[in-house]
């Protein structure tokens, strides 16, 4: 596991920003896993910039987003599909056909969990996986649970992890409880994986998933034993781990 230290969330995101625009360049058909949330944000911004400058080509790439919520269709904004194309795809030049998000819509949940499965494993797996990392440890939506989930399951949100993405949901809004999301073992079947955390609200769970033990109440703890992680952190959310 490779750890490294920018000073803020904007060098953060740059150098985040590098790794997955020298994946891109290495192998332009490239298949991205990625994530939502306002970590990732900044390091959109900087692969649209990369891409309208010239140094950047997504025509060949394809995405797997690790989760989306249930009841929302694609056009909802406060859907992961409507984050995505607003943050990232429509600045860049991917095929819209490309783009591979869970349906929030689908009345099967068992057969939704299974046909995403079965476009991630038609894209020949994913070759760099973006993760975030929840207040409570979670990576996609896999919450703290007594056992990892191992593929793209259905998942009742924790309260805590409702109330940390309250702020995305205006009153009138209905939040939703549950989600679609990959599972550990399908994070873990990627060839590269890129976990980006910012600010010091993260500095404690960070801790615990990087040096505690490997368990599936944090479930980021699990990444440790992925051969190929690299951490971003900013200085805050390094606070409680001192040098490195």
Known sequence: M?????????????KAAGIIAAQVLAKPDSVLG???????VGLYMKLAQLHREGFLDFSRCSTANLDEYEGLAPDNRQSYAFFMKENLF????IPAENCNIPNGLA?????????YESAIASLGGIDLQLLGLGPNGHIGFNEPEDNFGYGTHNVDLTQATIAANSRFFSDEEIQPSRAYTM????????????????GEGKAEILKAALFGDVTPRIPASIL?????????????????????
């Open 183 to 198: 599972g550990i073992g399908t994070i873990m079947a990627a060839k590269k994986i890129l976990l980006v955390v910012n």
């Open 90 to 93: 429509r600045h860049i030049n």
């Open 34 to 40: 990625l994530a939502t949330g306002s970590t990732p």
């Open 224 to 244: 440790r034993f992925h051969h190929d992680v690299t951490v971003v952190a900013d200085a805050p959310a390094l606070s409680k781990i001192g040098n490195l």
């Open 107 to 115: 009345k099967d949940a068992a057969a939704e969990c299974a046909r």
């Open 2 to 14: 490779r750890i490294i230290r920018a000073r803020d969330y904007d060098e953060m995101s740059l």
